[in-house]
């Protein structure tokens, strides 16, 4: 998922000659504006929880879902589980020093822009990173880190040093890492929208079935049998429908339903975790790993576990599933 902000060039106007300058000032100039620009950006992570997933916020954001998002959104939930396989293979190729491999497998992105993706992106650039950000209408000229590196007093000597290859190379690596951290960010998202969906089949089977129903797989054809059992069912005959050819029907409307849900479960999950400090938590550790990817040579890479919790809950619906289709 591209985005379209960007880290801002640091210059304002370029000086009439290039002076002698220090790589290893101008690397530690660079670095040490770095850390001051996300300590600010950390003081202002609890603002940008309040604002943005609190009742008011979570549902100025996800109004942007009644729309093409509706098949989108649902689509994004199904790719979760391939993406998860790809950060997997990464990591294995990884640790069998397939460097270039890894990287590759790792920064793939499978998921589709939804419109409430670009609108919070756009408070992650605008309100939270103060970054320069110009997309579907929204648009910042901010550029907090600019600003900072060129508040430093030992800036002089080395600013021409900034407008040449160097960097250039080193504004093109920033970018880099905050489009990947960025994009692992929004994939906790749609992992959470999955979760939601999982939650609901779980709590509909349990007050109107009566059954254990944690996903698709079980929550489909314990609604057929529900309904092929039932008094109606007797005077119109559904009772003798095919029990195949019911469950998939259910199971399709059962996913039409969680479809809609994920698109606009938003509205609740996101102040619920915001109230147990889940969104807090998960923004801090998201600016900590910007800001040692902006300042390493190497990538210190991002994760988020949301994905492997709805793995486990597949499973268990695949197993839940099979034990009731099992003979006696």
């Known amino acids: 998922m591209a985005v379209k902000g960007s880290v801002p060039k640091v210059t304002r106007e370029k000086p009439a000659a290039l002076p ?35 009742w008011k916020g979570a ?12 098949w989108r959104a649902p689509l ?16 294995i190729a990884r640790k069998s020093g397939r460097e270039e491999t890894a990287h590759w497998l790792e920064t793939r992105d499978l998921f589709l822009r939804t419109d409430v993706a670009n609108a919070f992106a756009a408070r992650i650039f605008i ?11 929204a648009h910042s000229v901010s550029d907090a880190l600019a600003d900072e590196i060129l508040a430093d007093p030992r800036l002089a000597p080395v600013r021409g040093l900034l ?18 951290a960025l994009s692992v960010y929004m994939s906790s998202r749609f992992a959470v929208a999955e979760l939601a969906n999982m ?22 054809p314990a ?38 849900l994920s698109s606009v479960s938003g509205v609740i999950t996101d ?6 400090g889940i969104h807090h938590r998960r923004l801090v550790k998201f600016l900590d790993a910007l800001e040692q990817s902006f300042i390493a040579d190497g990538r210190a890479m991002y994760e988020v576990r949301d994905a492997y919790a709805a793995r486990i809950l597949e499973m268990i619906d695949v197993a839940a599933a099979l034990y009731r289709h099992v003979p006696a």
């Open 20 to 54: 002698a300058a220090s790589e290893s000032l101008a690397r530690d100039i660079v670095n040490d504006a770095v850390r001051r620009y996300f300590i600010k950006a950390r003081a202002r992570v609890p603002a940008f929880v309040d604002a943005t997933f609190g």
């Open 59 to 70: 549902f100025n954001l996800h109004r942007n879902a009644f729309g093409h998002d509706l």
């Open 76 to 91: 994004n939930a199904a790719l979760v589980a391939p993406a998860l396989g790809l950060k997997l293979a990464g990591k």
């Open 127 to 137: 309100d939270l990173l103060k970054l320069p950000y110009s997309h579907n209408g």
């Open 163 to 180: 407008e040449t290859q160097w960097g250039e190379a080193m504004r093109a690596r920033m970018d880099e890492r905050l489009n990947e």
């Open 199 to 220: 939650a609901a089949a779980t709590g509909f089977g349990a007050a109107v079935l009566g059954q254990f129903t944690p996903g698709i797989l079980t929550l489909g």
């Open 223 to 260: 609604i057929a049998g529900a309904l092929s059992s039932s008094p109606l069912a007797a005077v119109t005959g559904v009772a003798a429908t095919p029990a195949l050819p019911a469950a998939a029907a259910s199971v399709a409307a059962a996913m039409a339903v969680l479809a809609l």
């Open 271 to 276: 102040p619920a975790q915001a109230a147990l």
